[in-house]
């Protein structure tokens, strides 16, 4: 037999990027085979809301929190909020996009692998003045 929890327990705490807001209950799950699991309701950080079990919700602990970067500096850039996931034109699928402030003025939308990599340390409009300005 398994360790009892305290259903409640996780109830209004934040686990990675999820807000759980209620506990639902105790239910089989869909596949029929007659697990039981509890599930709770919560919010990302667009502030939608889901439903989820308790293992998938604890699963998150192991996920990146995005929020990480914010305040960074890369180069002339410093990392403002996070987006969420994105659609990147030109590319297959989401991306995780940031909101960058460039030491220029300019706000610039920049994924996280491309910060990462580092490929990238101004908004591009730093780089044509700088051109501008040999010629």
């Known amino acids: 037999m398994g360790v009892k929890i305290n259903p409640y327990d996780i109830v209004g705490t934040q686990i990675a990027d999820a807000h759980v807001e ?3 209950g ?6 029929g085979k007659g697990v039981k699991r509890h599930y709770y309701r919560y919010s ?6 889901h439903v989820t ?4 919700l604890m699963k998150r602990k ?9 305040g960074k500096r890369y180069g002339k850039i410093v990392i403002t ?3 969420g996931r994105v659609d990147v034109p030109g590319k297959k699928g989401l991306r ?3 909101e960058c402030q460039c030491d220029c003025g300019n706000t610039v939308i920049i994924t996280r692998k491309t910060i990462l990599s580092g490929r990238i340390n101004n908004c591009g ?3 044509r003045i700088v051109k501008e300005e040999e010629h």
């Open 125 to 127: 409009h730093c780089y």
């Open 26 to 31: 105790f239910y089989p799950e869909k596949n």
């Open 44 to 49: 990302d950080v667009d502030g939608e809301t």
């Open 96 to 98: 995780q996009a940031y």
């Open 81 to 83: 909020k996070y987006l």
């Open 53 to 56: 079990t308790r293992d998938n």
């Open 22 to 24: 209620e506990y639902i």
């Open 62 to 70: 192991g996920r990146n929190d995005y929020s990480e970067l914010i």
